[in-house]
Nanobody
Framework: QARLVESGGGLVQPGGSLRLSCAAS????????IGWFRQAPGKGREGIACISPIDGSTYHVPSVKGRFTIARDNAKNTVYLEMNSLKPEDTAVYYCASGLTAYSDYECRLGVTEYTDWGQGTQVTVSS
């Protein structure tokens, strides 16, 4: 079981950038699929990016593809979410999560129920 801690959120102007970190303890992250999710006020939790444990292949949903990038640093046991060209609609609490079975072959998945360990979340607010 992995203990996950997110950091790096904050207030940023539209068009700005942030890098979120998801640091793990208790388990090695490269044994798991890791997903980034977000939840805006009044909305459900949305998966936005994931990384496979096998070869590090990634998936980004269309709404963030080209702006956000998920990456893993095995030496630091940390997964990052680089966010560029931020928009007000990106405002949400961002969570990372790990799932032992949230992938097949080399592709990760973003089903919420496939992820078993979650961080506490970090707030991202995009506003001028």
């Amino acid at each position: 079981q992995a203990r996950l801690v997110e950091s790096g959120g904050g207030l940023v102007q539209p068009g700005g950038s942030l890098r979120l970190s998801c640091a793990a303890s208790g388990s090695t992250l490269d044994d798991y699929a890791i997903g980034w999710f977000r939840q805006a006020p009044g909305k459900g939790r949305e998966g936005i990016a994931c990384i496979s444990p096998i070869d590090g292949s990634t998936y980004h949903v269309p709404s963030v593809k080209g702006r956000f990038t998920i990456a893993r640093d095995n030496a630091k046991n940390t997964v990052y979410l680089e966010m560029n060209s931020l928009k007000p609609e990106d405002t949400a609490v961002y969570y990372c999560a790990s799932g032992l079975t949230a992938y097949s072959d080399y592709e990760c998945r973003l089903g919420v129920t496939e992820y078993t360990d979650w961080g506490q979340g970090t707030q991202v607010t995009v506003s001028s």
